[in-house]
């Protein structure tokens, strides 16, 4: 590739509506050009990079036994009503009518397209297991896009399918995928972690994420330095702190004038914010209008975590209660909440830790009063006890090997045990041994393509720009001529040299554009270019050119001879 005949268009300021560190750099480097809210053109440069990702993730999947398909964008709204997610996946869920007044949907993903596929292809046990994929564009409606890539609203990704006979099967196939997903994001060169995960709107039984590590990740990942386990601040499992011991308080309600929050309540007690448990209202309404009231119970310096909550028994479609339903309920406003003497029955629910503790400090349910030397069992019941709190840094680790670190990573990739929940409601069944019909165990397994990019500069950029590890780098080697249209020696050298790299295999581009060295190396460090040669008329009389990795410091004198072998070992061709 040649640079005069390629396109090139580099800022030296993003656009002021450029918010995070990779959504600046892809739009200064050229990459992608907004068209609208959270919808990108992928610019040549950008391009490059994306069609580098695919092809590593489709050899990959190929490797990994998968099957490639391609199915639509646009998808009948029959089919998302037979699973019950064209009313449950709400305004996310682009929704549109042909012509004819006929609904249909803008895939954000493809359980129901590919189950009907299989549902009316694969009728017998012979025919299995089977894993399907493509890589599509899709759609969510975000409420708000944002960070250029990292969440916009238009984007491709990389969709699998495994279709089993039962659950072993189905694991097996969840291993393979995950076995191929650690192999995919090796190949990468990025630093990531997979963790255990929550199935959220999917559903199904188990689940991993792959993250980018990144310390402007949105999201926190929990795991032990000290063993193999993992998890994301959603599902990681927070271990009870401490044993509970005897009382020794008498229980007395203490003024608090004005102290709503455990913080300063335990500053005007003089007490250790861990003395102090905050007290959460929820209420769960029936759809025959019926209310139910729970009350929460959490250490003062632990935060609620609400998919955990969710899976409380009877709490499944919990909210907030409101500050009607509080006084209702507790006789008193917001910050003063506690379960001693609530004012109507309410069911508790005690984290593991709060269950442990004694003599703790709660709400009175009365204004400017909280109860010291609170205990259970003599001052309330024992309580319903579920694991309510995100954990944090310096937990024990639930395997009992060490204690638990916390870093910020990049969501790019999920894996999940699907079970039969989508086979069962749509009826896509096959015939086993004896003849019976059973429904298919399913398993499903996405990769961001393109949220690859943003988290891949996230984690690889410096002051001067992105520095994109070499397998997915737009370009793998970048030729610098000095005074190019000046010199015949120049000139010979950098032909030959681009005609010797390209017979090696290796993803090279000149820079004939005739630019400024300054101006030359400024762009092809902006777009992040692993690796660069500088030929020059000087180091040619001594036979050698200049070359620098994009995290070196300083360049470093190659022979010329050499150059062609020096840059495959650095490429490890």
Not at 58 to 67: F, L, P, V, Y
Not at 153 to 176: C, H, I, N, P, V
Not at 205 to 234: K, Q, R, W
Not at 524 to 537: A, K, M, Q, S
């Amino acid at each position: 590739m040649r640079a005069s005949r390629f396109f090139i268009s580099t800022l030296k300021e993003a656009p002021s509506d450029a918010e995070i560190v990779s959504h600046k750099l892809m739009m200064r480097a050229g990459m992608i050009k907004r068209l609208g809210s959270g919808i990108y053109t992928y610019m040549p440069v950008g391009l490059r990079v994306i069609r580098k990702v695919e092809a590593i993730v489709r050899e990959e999947m190929n490797r990994a036994g998968a099957i490639e398909l391609l199915m639509p964008l646009v998808q009948p709204a029959e089919l998302w009503q037979e699973t019950g997610r064209w009313d449950k996946m709400g305004d996310e869920l682009m929704r549109v009518k042909d012509r004819h007044g006929r609904d249909f949907a803008i895939q954000p993903t493809s359980e129901e397209v590919v189950t009907d596929v299989v549902r009316s292809e694969l009728k017998s046990y012979r025919q299995l297991p089977i894993n399907f994929y493509h890589i599509q564009t899709k759609f969510r409606d975000e409420r708000r896009p944002r960070f250029g890539l990292m969440r916009g609203r238009e984007f491709t990704m990389k969709d699998a399918y495994s279709f089993d006979r039962d659950l072993e099967g189905m694991q097996k196939s969840y291993q393979t995928m995950f076995d191929a997903y650690t192999k995919i994001f090796n190949r990468f060169g990025l630093k990531f972690r997979a963790v255990a995960a929550d199935n959220g709107a999917i559903g199904g039984t188990g689940s991993h994420e792959f993250h980018v590590i990144a310390s402007t990740g949105e999201d926190a990942l929990v795991y032990c330095p000290d063993s193999d386990y993992a998890a994301n601040m959603e599902a990681a499992e927070a271990v009870a702190s401490g044993t509970r011991g005897a009382a020794t308080q008498a229980l007395a309600k203490t003024p608090t004038p004005g102290k709503t929050k455990c913080e300063s309540v335990a500053e005007l007690l003089n007490l250790p914010l861990s003395q102090t448990v905050k007290t959460i209202a929820l209420t769960v309404e029936s759809e025959e209008g019926k209310k139910s009231f729970w009350v929460l119970l959490l250490r003062g310096d632990h935060e609620l975590n609400e998919i955990k909550v969710s899976k409380v028994a009877g709490l499944k479609d919990f909210r907030f209660s409101t500050e009607a339903e509080i006084l209702e309920v507790f006789g008193t406003v917001p910050g003063y909440l506690g379960p001693i003497n609530t004012k109507l029955p309410v069911n508790v629910v005690a984290d593991r830790t709060v269950a442990n503790m004694a003599d703790f400090v709660c709400g009175a349910n009365e204004a400017d009063f909280h109860y010291t030397g609170a205990n259970w069992g003599r001052d309330l019941p024992e309580p319903v006890v579920a694991d309510l709190r995100n954990v944090v840094e310096g937990d024990a680790s639930p395997d009992g090997k060490g204690v638990l670190a916390i870093e910020r990573g990049i969501e790019v990739g999920h894996v999940f045990q699907l079970g039969t929940a989508y086979s069962e409601a749509m009826g896509a069944t096959f015939l086993d041994e004896g003849g019976r019909p059973a429904p298919l165990q399913m398993g499903c397994y996405g990769i961001g393509v393109t949220r690859i990019l943003g988290a891949a500069i996230e984690q690889n950029f410096d002051d001067k720009g992105i520095v994109w590890p070499d397998a997915i780098a737009p370009f793998e080697l970048v030729l610098c001529p000095m005074g190019l249209d000046r010199s015949e020696m120049v000139k010979e050298a950098t032909e030959k040299l681009y005609t010797d790299m390209q017979a090696a295999g290796i993803d090279v581009i000149v820079d004939d554009r005739g630019l400024r060295p300054g101006a030359m190396f400024a762009d092809w460090e902006l777009i992040g270019v692993p690796h660069r040669v500088v030929i020059g008329e000087r180091g040619l009389k001594e036979g050698n050119l200049e070359y620098q990795g994009r995290r070196d410091e300083a360049a470093s004198s190659v022979p010329v001879a050499d150059m062609v072998a020096f840059i495959k070992g650095k490429l490890g061709k």
